[in-house]
């Protein structure tokens, strides 16, 4: 089995900042692509910052220049600069993983919330 482990949420003024952290463990043999997806209340699950394994990263409009997505082999940081009232979500972290079996498959985290509010 594999597990995903989220960190770093809170409560936050806005213009302030934030790091999230996922950390994966388990019977992992590799992983692809990394990112984070967040779910505002009444709101679908989007995606906002992903990183493939060689580096390459794709970022929501909404975010583009005040989030940074990083990685450490197995796990995957989200630094979130200038945070306004509109990032206040549930944010979880996804992984596509290989275990034992020769495929990849995508893993969820159980989300941590980020709340923005003065």
């Known amino acids: 089995q594999v597990q995903l482990v989220e960190s770093g949420g809170g409560l936050v003024q806005p213009g302030g900042s934030l790091r999230l952290s996922c950390a994966a463990s388990?019977?992992?043999?590799?992983?692809?692509?990394m990112g984070w997806y967040r779910q505002a209340p009444g709101k679908q699950r989007d995606m906002v910052a992903r990183m493939a394994s060689g580096g390459s990263t794709n970022y929501a409009d909404s975010v583009k220049g005040r989030f940074t997505i990083s990685r450490d082999k197995y796990t995957v940081y989200l630094q979130m600069n200038s945070l306004k009232p509109d990032d206040t979500a549930v944010y979880y972290c996804n992984a596509d993983v290989r275990t034992l079996l020769p495929t990849f498959a995508a893993y969820w985290g159980r989300g941590t919330q980020v709340t923005v509010s003065s």
């Open positions: 388990g019977n992992i043999i590799d992983i692809g692509v």
